[in-house]
């Protein structure tokens, strides 16, 4: 630390052009490069329904499930006539696609189903070749393209909601951008009191979001990751720039205070904040590299993201903030009123008097009634997340003015039937008459199972491979049509049999997630500890940080259930409750609301340690440190909530949820965990907080951190004050 504060002293301009060098080739080439991520990942490659469906391509040729939906209404009927000649012109168009391997309409093969209640409207479903979901969504833009004269032609299907969904994300995620920076400015103005001071967050935030992209974009080129990691990517890198910035800045003002600008304030601000941060930064990449334990690329993804996304913040917070302050000095307080920047100067004498420390010395007068209280609340916040129900990204998370959206709305209505989400069965039997009667039968017997509207007659697909599909009376990701892929599992079969599709890949992803997140939680709980032993020195302190963790996360589920599941509050967020979340929101709720409570327990357990090493008793030191972070780690989560609750401008619920999620998540964390429980807790266990069996407290004496170790100036080492 005191290397990099030589050379932010030595060097500051040569660094801030490095910068922006950086900065210029990460918009640049990042961009482009973040185009290159991939839609794919949300399946498990060892998943029944990833089998199905290879063995069916295999066999066939072709993806087994739709990948486009036409849904053509010339206002006549559609049976005879010049309907008919229609659909079948929309049909030869969609197949002369190079991507597209069958076309089924209502007069080779799909029936009446798809024809409308009333006869003037019919689909058409289009499979694709064995292609990715990138290509097929190229397929798709393509047929798009080609039918867009077509005034009585909308298109829907797997492969136009992922189209719709991943370019809706990126318009309403970079709205949301363009409406955070401006608030984050004027908060930070607040906050800092001077203009000078307030635009640090903001440009940070910048420089660690391209920084991000970059890093993101450059490591797909070597190993394919989801374009999903880039809404952890924008969230944390956000978060963890407002924090260190905040953390650093105010740091470097209370010494500067103390020992005026220069070296020396520098110094000292790297040795004690600077430690925080790379420690911060350690400590959320580790927790973040848990989510690679998930076979879903998705969230293999997530975890290298984060990983990145630390590392970066940390870069720039530990060379490149430095550099500015040397630069600045005492301007760090310029284009201030007087009051304000009198405050800002003389707010480092507030140790003892000031509203936290008050507020700590409140609590911990009463800890036992204080815990009890605010435990009780929590919990009772977070019963609700005891009845999550989860759903998916399909046509529904869409606003009704999209296209798939608007196709699904009408199947659903108009339709007798819904056949563009099929259940369906890869059948490993011979091809002869015994297995056509065996799997007769067996198509009758699923038939009569509840919840199935209509059963396919067998059908040879390729050598030893048959095929039958399974249409449920409820759509896809519905409760019933998940139950009816496992009573089609649990049915006797003459043959083996492999059950795939829409309902099934969200049966096996559920499935896949919840064996898995025990082992990630294990890890993401066991590096927590193991990293804030290290700079701790306890025991105890660890485990109540991650049971905090877990705490908020749970307060926050309960109430994403009760506004988003429940349908509270649809007219203000602008959403249409589909009684349920996406299944996704808890992992990536859990990565960013765990990285950063991490972040805020290692910038309080800092200074209370830092206190505590100086002398002052547990009491003190809580209250101390408590004052010395509490408004920074206010102002962090205020800053952030912002920036994040943008995203419920979004038009997609599962963005709402996150946005929403996440901002609650910091705010509970920053303010009744840190202000209230955490004191409190810290009081009751008193000189407990600090004990760790004999073999670890040898341990920790040779590797342990040390905040408040010698910390350097011009003459020398000495002790770090509280």
């Known amino acids: 630390m005191s290397r990099l504060a030589a050379l932010a002293t030595h060097r500051p301009w040569r660094i801030i052009l490095i910068a922006i060098a950086f900065m210029a080739v990460a918009v640049v080439v990042g961009g482009p490069l973040t185009a290159n991520l991939t839609s794919a990942g949300f399946e498990d490659p060892d998943a029944e329904w990833v089998q199905a469906r290879e063995s069916l391509e295999r066999a066939s040729g072709a993806n087994p499930g739709p990948g486009l939906i036409a849904l053509v209404e010339p206002g006549t009927d559609v049976t005879t006539g010049a309907g008919r000649a229609e659909v079948e012109r929309v049909a030869a168009v969609v197949a002369d696609d190079p991507a597209v391997a069958q076309v089924v309409t209502a007069f080779n093969g799909g029936g009446e189903a798809l024809v409308s209640n009333d006869g003037d409207a019919s689909y058409i479903a289009a499979f694709f070749t064995p292609i990715s979901d990138d290509a097929a969504e190229d397929a798709a833009e393509r047929i798009g393209e080609a039918l867009a004269g077509e005034p009585n032609v909308r298109l829907g299907g797997a492969a136009v909601v992922g189209k719709e969904v991943g370019t809706i994300i990126g318009e309403d995620l970079a709205k949301a951008e363009m409406l955070a920076f401006p608030l984050i400015f004027l908060l930070s103005l607040w906050v800092f009191r001077g ?84 420690f911060s930064a350690v400590t959320v990449a580790a927790a973040l590299a848990g989510l690679m334990v998930f076979p879903q690329r998705f969230l293999f993804s997530m975890g290298i993201a984060g990983v990145m996304v630390a590392m970066v913040a940390a870069a720039v917070a530990l060379v490149v ?341 996440t901002a609650l998540a910091v705010l509970i964390d920053a303010t009744i965990i840190r202000a209230l429980l955490v004191p409190s807790l810290m009081a009751l266990l008193g000189k407990w907080n600090w004990w760790a069996p004999a073999p670890l407290r040898r341990l920790h004496d040779r590797i342990g951190f040390s905040e408040s170790g010698p910390v350097e100036d011009e003459t020398g080492p000495r002790p770090a004050s509280a």
């Open 321 to 661: 903030l430095p550099a500015v302050l040397a630069l600045l000095g005492t301007r760090i307080n310029a284009l201030a009123p007087k009051a304000w920047r009198r405050h800002s100067e003389e707010a480092h004498k507030e140790v003892t008097s000031g509203f936290w420390y008050r507020l700590s010395r409140a609590v911990m007068r009463r800890p036992g009634i204080v815990a009890a209280a605010t435990s009780l609340v929590l919990v009772v916040v977070a019963l609700p997340a005891f009845g999550i129900n989860f759903t998916s990204v399909d046509a529904n998370v869409l606003p009704t003015s999209a296209s798939a959206r608007q196709v699904s709305d009408v199947i659903a209505a108009d339709f007798p039937e819904d056949r563009s989400q099929p259940i369906y069965i890869a059948v490993d039997a011979p091809d002869s008459p015994e297995s056509q009667a065996a799997l007769t039968a067996y198509a009758a017997e699923l038939g009569a199972l509840p919840g199935v509207v209509a059963v396919t007659p067998p059908a040879v697909v390729g050598e030893s491979t048959w095929r039958l599909d399974v249409f449920a009376a409820e759509e896809g990701l519905a409760p019933q049509t998940q139950a009816l892929v496992r009573d089609i599992r649990s049915a006797e079969s003459p043959y083996p049999v492999l059950v795939g599709g829409l309902s099934a890949s969200f049966v096996d992803q559920k499935d896949s997630i919840a064996a898995h997140l025990p082992w990630a939680i294990a890890l993401i709980a066991s590096t927590t500890i193991i990293a804030l032993f290290v700079m701790t020195g306890s025991v105890l302190l660890p485990i109540k940080a991650v049971l905090m963790n877990l705490l908020t996360l749970g307060a926050t589920l309960g109430i994403l259930v009760w506004i988003f599941q429940d349908g509270r509050l649809e007219g203000l967020l602008s959403y249409d409750s589909v009684g349920a979340l996406d299944l996704t929101q808890p992992i990536l709720l859990g990565a960013m609301a765990f990285g950063l409570s991490t972040d805020y327990a290692v910038f309080l357990l800092s200074r209370i340690k830092e206190a505590h090493d100086a002398g002052a008793d547990t009491s003190d030191a809580v209250a101390l440190g408590l004052q010395r972070t509490g408004r920074i780690v206010t102002a962090a989560a205020l800053l952030f909530a912002i920036a994040i609750g943008a995203f419920a401008t979004s038009r997609i619920t599962l963005i709402k949820e996150l946005g929403v999620g």
């Open 195 to 278: 203009v000078v001071a307030a635009l640090l967050p903001s440009l940070m935030g910048a420089l660690v979001i391209f920084g991000s992209f970059l890093s993101i974009g450059l490591f797909n080129e070597v190993m394919t990751l989801s374009v999903y990691a880039l809404n952890l990517a924008i969230g944390l890198s956000l978060g963890l720039a407002i924090d260190y910035s905040l953390l650093i800045v105010s740091r470097y003002r209370e010494e500067m205070a103390l020992h005026g600008p220069g070296r020396t304030a520098l110094r000292r601000t790297l040795q004690t904040a600077g430690r925080s941060v790379l």
